[in-house]
């Protein structure tokens, strides 16, 4: 079975929060289970983007503001709507207050609003997991290369002297897509 990872995690916790949504969304008593789901998408979407760059962050650190900050020192591209930007610490004391059984009910006001922005911030996540997925190709060996290093191989084993320029070319890649495109379709020949 492969490995959940932590956007997978937090997938299941948004259709969570939705189940919770659709059948108490009048019930102020599951307020704050529904925000609890919410804060979990959150961080994990935090901590997958930690991961797919590399960066290290503590383990028992959960605060999405600690997590954003450290991707932001570590310039790491991360995808981050002003929304969660800006109400990081909210979904924060949502899960602390949710753990601690501290005497606390989330507005229902807010709590749809941050339904709505998490499913926006979800959905764009899974969209750019999607383009990376398009971008990645396996090797035999189950090793990934991506696009860009696939075209430039195919140029190499069928055109390994496309990347020299001629006494007519422009400098324009015009030329290189042509090849590109011919490599292709001679590898699809073959």
């Not at 998408?41 to 991961?51: G, R």
């Not at 503001?65 to 924060?92: C, P, V, W």
């Amino acid at each position: 079975m492969e490995r959940e990872t932590w956007l997978d995690k937090a997938v299941s916790n948004y259709h969570a929060a939705e189940l919770f949504m659709n059948y108490w969304k009048n019930d102020s008593h599951y307020f704050n289970f529904i925000g609890h789901y919410l804060q979990q998408t959150v961080e994990f979407c935090m901590k997958y983007q930690l991961e797919q760059a590399d960066i290290k962050y503590p383990d028992e650190r959960y605060e999405i503001d600690q997590l954003i900050r450290i991707g932001k020192e570590n310039r790491a591209d991360m995808l981050l709507t002003d929304y969660i930007d800006d109400h990081s610490e909210m979904f924060t004391l949502w899960e602390f207050q949710s753990n601690e059984n501290i005497p606390y009910q989330i507005e229902q006001k807010k709590l749809f609003r941050a339904m709505d922005e998490v499913r926006i911030f979800l959905g764009q996540m899974l969209d750019q997991e999607q383009q990376l997925d398009d971008e990645r190709k396996f090797l035999k060996d189950g090793s990934l290369l991506k696009q860009k290093e696939l075209n430039s191989r195919l140029l190499s084993k069928y055109f390994p002297n496309s990347d020299q320029l001629t006494l007519l070319d422009d400098g324009t890649s015009h030329n290189a897509d042509k090849f590109l495109k011919q490599a292709y379709i001679m590898r699809n020949k073959a």
